[in-house]
C-alpha cells in the first residue's frame, strides 16, 4: 500500500536464505510503484518503508545480514525502514543481531497502525519545521 511518502510491504512468509532476495526485490518494486504513482501527481519521495512481519514466523542470519544490508541503503537514501508486529521469536533475533538498534526503537511498533499513524504524525513536524524555517 502506500501513502503520503510511506511505502508498506507485507512480507508473508519466514524468512531465510532461500527467499531473502526475493523480499528485498518485492520491496523495491514496492517503492518504485510508489514513486511511479506519485510522478504522476508531483514528485514525493519515499521516507518511510514499513515491513508488516506478522506472518513471519522465523528469520535466520542471512536473512538478519540482508535486512541490515537494506537498512543502511534505506538510510543513505533518507528513507526511515520501520518493522511492525514481529513474532517474539523474530523480535529476539532482531534484538541480538543489533538490527533494532540499527533501525532503532522507535521504528519499531506493535501494529501497522502505529507505524503509520507515527510516520504520518513526523512527516506532519517536518513538514511544520520546514515552513517555519527562514
Known amino acids: 500500500q502506500r501513502y503520503n511518502q510511506l511505502a508498506i510491504a507485507r512480507i508473508d512468509a519466514p524468512l531465510y ?30 521516507k518511510f518503508m514499513i515491513v508488516d512481519c506478522s506472518p513471519v514466523s522465523h528469520i535466520d542470519s542471512s536473512a538478519l545480514h540482508i535486512l541490515k544490508e537494506m537498512c543502511i541503503d534505506y538510510r543513505n537514501r533518507d528513507v526511515q525502514l520501520c518493522i511492525c508486529n514481529p513474532n517474539i521469536k523474530v523480535m529476539v533475533k532482531l534484538v541480538s543481531s543489533g538490527l533494532v538498534e540499527l533501525i532503532g526503537e522507535d521504528y519499531i511498533f506493535v501494529s501497522t497502525q502505529d507505524a503509520v499513524q507515527a510516520c504520518l504524525i513526523e512527516l506532519e513536524s517536518s513538514e511544520q519545521l520546514d515552513e517555519e524555517a527562514p
Do not use: G
Request: neutral net charge; hydrophobic residues 35%; aromatic residues 6%.
Open 17 to 46: 536464505f532461500a527467499n531473502i532476495q526475493h523480499v528485498r526485490e518485492k520491496m523495491q518494486k514496492y517503492e518504485q510503484n510508489a514513486l511511479n504513482a506519485d510522478s504522476i501527481h508531483r514528485k514525493e519521495e519515499i
